[in-house]
């Protein structure tokens, strides 16, 4: 994100120098000053006027909102007033206003920093789509000067964006973009994701290859290199090269990427399953253990049957605690799942569940044997996901019957937990952040390229559907 808005900062400055060069080559009437900022064309004082006032339109918003909306309504009054002449006057005989394509992206763009200023999300999204818009106009206009052709009609037929203006809106428009990089369009492009890494690197390269690529084959057919029809196949062929090796280089990164995002995934799993068992040992095993130590000093401080009532309730207690230790170790792992697999792990499951909750479980199978064993990721994560969902059914759900099937097909392992119950908004809990089973469920799918879905409204049960493939499991497997 600071890479963004520092980027906005400096496109934006480079947006201001543009205008003032342009007051400072009028007054110094210097030609080489003018073709440096201009082109072909001398860009006009309204023009320069216009980008100074939306490069400190951007500047402005940070600190003073008034001045910074101020100046992104004049700079579209400033294009909406030469769009008026041009309807009321038409085409003016003497040359040196300003384009009609200049002023319709002035009005674009003034819009859009006048309405990312309310910080509304609407008008943000809207902003910024009238700033993609204008964008796009300029990159008609570079076009026009790449290929010395006319992409439009009308009566901006006679008239044309200079070089050096449609390069300034291309600036503005990257620095109004870059602004709010976690807003809007540009949230997904800014993020860590995958889907921001490939937007990233093939939005530029889907503008930039055809261009570049474009204008080289024109030269070379004026330079008499080739004709246009084996131009064309070298730009064809060219462009899917070029596309075919990066596309090749993004998936690497991508890969690379969601295999560090697993293996990190894993890791804060396992920490929160440790934070787990080091509550449940302060909590239960060590207050047993205080309670052990208290009778055991207490045998010989009183009467015979005084010690001996002791010494029984020290038994109890040290009962207490194998119970309570075999549980903790059965919950950690139960060593069925490593000896017989998922299915006779999730049916040892099932009647220990009945039987500290008195909750029934049907439980239905398709597309698994009895026999088949499943990678052990896939076997770990499918026992996790139902041993969580059963957990939550029994404190929350207020049922006496829970449904649990399992089944494979299409290269997939689907676990799903259904009842009838209480239900809930799972938006709201992952939001509030009080639901570490939820997130672990979410943690354990994703770090084996799954996918779970919680379906849930407040009174209408749940339905928890976990998704593994096992190719994916594998490849984590190898990954680590």
């Not at 609407?122 to 790449?146: K, N, S």
């Amino acid at each position: 994100m600071k890479g963004f808005e520092r980027g906005s900062r400096i496109a934006s400055i480079a947006v201001m120098l543009v205008g003032g060069l342009v007051f400072l080559g009028w007054a110094l009437n210097h030609p080489l000053l003018n073709r440096l900022v201009a082109g072909r064309f001398i860009m006009q004082l309204n023009t320069g006027a216009a980008f100074l006032l939306a490069g400190g339109s951007l500047w402005m918003a940070r600190s003073r909102r008034e001045i910074g909306l101020a100046c992104g309504l004049i700079v579209t009054l400033i294009g909406a007033f030469v769009l008026g002449e041009y309807a009321l006057r038409g085409l003016p005989e003497q040359p040196g206003r300003m384009e009609p394509e200049t002023a319709a992206n002035f009005v674009l763009m003034g819009l859009a920093l006048s309405l990312r200023i309310s910080r509304s999300a609407p008008a943000l999204r809207v902003g910024q789509a009238f700033t993609v818009l204008a964008m796009f106009g300029a990159l008609i206009a570079a076009f026009t000067h790449a290929y010395s052709v006319k992409f439009t009609f009308g009566i901006t037929a006679y008239t044309q964006m200079t070089s050096g203006t449609l390069i300034a809106f291309l600036v503005l428009g990257v620095a109004i973009l870059f602004a709010d990089p976690d807003r809007g369009l540009m949230q997904t492009v800014s993020s860590d994701t995958p889907g921001g890494l490939m937007a990233r690197r093939l939005y530029p390269a889907v503008v930039g290859i055809p261009l570049v690529l474009g204008w080289l084959v024109l030269g070379g057919e004026e330079l008499r290199l080739w004709n246009g029809k084996f131009g064309l196949s070298i730009m064809v062929l060219s462009s899917i090269v070029a596309f075919v090796v990066l596309i090749s280089v993004t998936y690497r990164s991508i890969d690379r990427t969601d295999a560090q995002r697993m293996r990190l995934q894993a890791i804060l799993l396992e920490e929160a399953e440790r934070r787990h068992i080091a509550r449940e040992l302060h909590d239960e095993i060590g207050q047993s253990l205080t309670a052990l130590k208290f009778h055991l000093e207490m045998v010989g401080r009183g009467t015979p049957e005084d010690g001996a009532e002791r010494v029984r309730e020290a038994r109890g207690l040290v009962d207490e605690l194998m119970k309570r230790v075999s549980n903790l170790s059965l919950d950690l792992r139960p060593a069925m799942l490593d000896d017989l697999g998922l299915l006779p792990a999730l049916v040892w499951l099932f009647d220990r569940y009945t039987s500290q909750t008195h909750i029934e479980v049907q439980f239905q199978k398709s597309g698994l044997a009895d026999g088949r064993r499943l990678p052990p990721e896939i076997e770990t994560a499918a026992f996790r996901v139902v041993q969580e969902a059963l957990t939550n059914v029994a404190r929350h759900a207020g049922v006496q019957r829970v449904t649990v099937r399992a089944w494979a097909a299409d290269g997939m392992v689907s676990v799903q937990i259904v009842d009838e119950g209480k239900g809930f908004s799972p938006e709201a809990a992952l939001q509030r952040g009080d639901s570490s089973g939820l997130m672990g469920m979410r943690e354990r799918t994703g770090a084996l390229g799954g996918q779970l879905s919680i379906e849930s409204e407040p009174g209408q049960g749940v339905r928890v559907t976990a998704e593994l493939p096992l190719s994916l499991a594998h490849h984590a497997r190898s990954a680590t």
